[in-house]
Each structure stands twice: as structure tokens, then as C-alpha cells.
């Protein structure tokens, strides 16, 4: 059994593979250009065996399905300093031919109940194997550094509780991502102070080496 889902999944881990190479890279040109990058750092995983079966459970997708109704067994991770940011890193994903964009969900102008907020792309990205091209499902959260912070913490309560969360919990949580929204809102009125900063920073590191 763990053979076919090493296997199965094989194709999922290559496509994070290169996807973060690809994205990586477009990070490392924005400096090259000497401007400012909107991507922070870029992560991947492969959602566990565990996770997969979990949420086929809930959803209630047969197993023979996975492929075509899970789409965040591949996922990619964009994290950017500002809220503008995101719409910048948006701009670039729909501009690239390597992948085709099939779902956007904006979660960032229009925020979940509970008040998490990130931008959602689902992308068909070709891996190119032995057996030939095999598409995959990938999904692509983009989001500032505080909505990353909430959203891990949030994440980890909602394993501990299955999802029902006690209401002073689900109160506090409302709160504390109005609060990441407010630290985002106020970093966004000072990034050219920042930005300048961060770029005094850049020259005087690379002076000392």
C-alpha cells in the first residue's frame, strides 16, 4: 500500500519541486533588477497521507478520485511583506505559461468567517515523467506575513478541537485576525519608510562582505 502512494504521490512531489525552483527564481530576479521583491520566501508541501485520507472522508471523495476533486494535495506557499504585495505576486501567476490557472478565491478583500484571510489560485501544472506529461492539481496560497501567522495558529487549534471551537476561542481568533489585518494595514502606510530601510540595510551588508 505505502508503495502506491509513493507512487501516486511521486508526480505531487515533483511538481513542488519545481515550482519552487521557478518561484524561488522569480524572487531572486527582482533583486538582480535591484527592485522590490513581493515575494517574501516561497514554501511547498505534499499534504500527508494521513490529511488526504482525513479530508476524502469528510468531503466525501472516493479514493479513485482524488486526482481531479482534491486540489491541495500539492501545495505552494507565497508569503509577501505587504497586502499590496499579493495583488503584485496575482499579477505575475496569471502572466506565466507554464501552468494554467483553473480557481481564484480572494480571501484577502472578501475574508472567511473566521476571519482568515489569504488569496487562493488552483493551477494545472504539466510534470513531465517517464510515463509521459501527467497534470496536476496545485493549489497556491498567497498572503502576507500576519495572515501566515494567524492562519498557523488557527490551523493547529482546529486540529485540537476538529473544527468546533469553544466560542471564547472562536471570539479571540476573530480579534486576533482583525488585529494581523490592523498590523498589515499600518506597515502598509509606512512601506517607503520600510522599503528604504530595508534597501540602507541590502548596501551595507553587501559592503561587509
Request: charged share 30%.
Amino acid at each position: 500500500m505505502i508503495q502506491q502512494w509513493d507512487l501516486f504521490l511521486a508526480p505531487y512531489k515533483q511538481a513542488i519541486d519545481e515550482l519552487k525552483v521557478k518561484l524561488k527564481g522569480a524572487r531572486s530576479q527582482f533583486e538582480m533588477h535591484s527592485e522590490h521583491t513581493p515575494i517574501e520566501f516561497v514554501t511547498g508541501r505534499v499534504k500527508p497521507i494521513a490529511s488526504i485520507l482525513d479530508k476524502a472522508t469528510r468531503k466525501g471523495i472516493p479514493l479513485e478520485r482524488l486526482e481531479e476533486e482534491m486540489q491541495d494535495i500539492a501545495g505552494i506557499r507565497m508569503m509577501c511583506q505587504f497586502v499590496d504585495d499579493i495583488h503584485r505576486v496575482v499579477d505575475l501567476l496569471r502572466k506565466r505559461n507554464d501552468f494554467k490557472i483553473i480557481e481564484e478565491r480572494d480571501y484577502v478583500t472578501r475574508k472567511k468567517e473566521s476571519g482568515y484571510r489569504s488569496y487562493h489560485m488552483v493551477i494545472e501544472y504539466p510534470v513531465q515523467t517517464i510515463k509521459g506529461e501527467k497534470i496536476i492539481l496545485v493549489e497556491i496560497q498567497i498572503r502576507t506575513l500576519a495572515m501566515n501567522f494567524w492562519a498557523t495558529i488557527e490551523h493547529s487549534l482546529n486540529y485540537k478541537y476538529s473544527g468546533q471551537f469553544p466560542e471564547e476561542i472562536h471570539e479571540r481568533l476573530v480579534r486576533a485576525a482583525e488585529a494581523a489585518y490592523l498590523l498589515d494595514e499600518e506597515m502598509s502606510q509606512i512601506r517607503g519608510e520600510i522599503q528604504e530601510a530595508q534597501a540602507i540595510f541590502s548596501r551595507k551588508k553587501e559592503m561587509d562582505t
